[in-house]
């Protein structure tokens, strides 16, 4: 595309902006219109808005027709993510959905391996066609969902927490009126503020290493640049491994106590980040088992903060704000992805790629210690 349009590496990023800023402000300040939407609905929608506006992508020739259509898709995806943390939410009791939602993350992970794959294989014909079979199928999907999913649960719904110690809990937990939905009622809420800020450090060092692991060990470690691109994967790997095991590691280890699994997954992650800084000189296999061991436990916590402790919250408030409360720790997770590629640059360029890595440490602590400012709210998530 980009040599058949003559674009330059800069309208590439801006075409990457186009989505990733829309995905992010949209989920920011609407994401909460999915709760009076409900799953059913907001995610039809979305699908079939997303499948529009990538079915005739590859049929424009203009930058700014592209942009625009990138901007559009990004807007539409973001109700996405919420409304599958609503809908799965009200599938499974609150004891299972550790497990549940783990399982049902690894989804980005498999559909992200899925879509390469698919686009290696179409970009071989044109890079025209490699958006039509995925728009179409997205299409034919959002049919499928508005017709055959069941329930669609909106608005505020009042959980039976009336009595005992539940009723105390929920009042140091919000403070709020239940009918508020709004992007400044809910970071009222307490745990909120400081799931905000850590999962915008902690999304911003996953896709540090998502975007820019292959041209660390390339530059930096003096690795080929097909030993760099499977040695990366293995951030990917222990992502998904994580993902699918934290739900195990909630239940099991840590007693359901969900900020303490994630408060010590995180610090996992950065002392593995640590002995990869310290360690790299020992060989290819002790690299690997450190970028595994880091993706599992950053890449681990995502479902834990961006679904199962948002439903935990909305359950302990009494209301059924779930989608408004995981769209906003998402979106605030994924205004780090818009900005890890200016600041990784930025750091690289001007100080070298350890540089990089002290910086990504850093992020890495630093939304350690808003997770360890929210434990003080752990036990009233407990007795939801």
Partial sequence: MATELGLAKFHLGILDFAFLAPYALTQ?????????LGSRTALSLTLLGSGLAMLSFGQWSQFGILALLLAINGSVQAFGWPACVKAVSHCFPPEKRTTYFGLWSTCMYVGGVGGTVLAVYLLSISWRVAYLPQSIATIFLSIIIFLFMPGNQT??????????????????????????????????IQCIPELCAANFCIKLVRYCFFMW????????????????????????FGGFVGACGSGFIVNTVFGGRMLTSVYTLLLGSGAAIVAFITLSHWGTSIQVCLLFLAGAMNCGVDPLLTATIPSAIADVDGTDMKAGLASLINGMGSVGVIL??????????????????????VLSFVGVLFIRHSMRHQRNLELS
């Fill in 28 to 36: 920011i300040a609407f994401g909460s219109a999915v709760d009076q």
């Fill in 155 to 188: 608005g505020s719904v009042t959980l039976p927490v009336s009595h005992g110690r539940n009723q105390s809990s929920a009042t140091a937990v919000t403070g709020q009126k239940k009918s508020q939905s709004g992007v400044q009622a809910l970071m009222k």
């Fill in 213 to 236: 692991l292959p041209l660390y060990l390339t530059e930096q470690l003096r690795l080929s640049t097909s030993v760099a691109g499977l040695m990366s994967t293995s951030f990917e």
């Fill in 340 to 361: 890890e590629g200016p600041l990784v640059g930025a750091f690289a360029g001007r100080y070298g790629w350890n540089s990089c890595l002290y910086l990504i440490l």
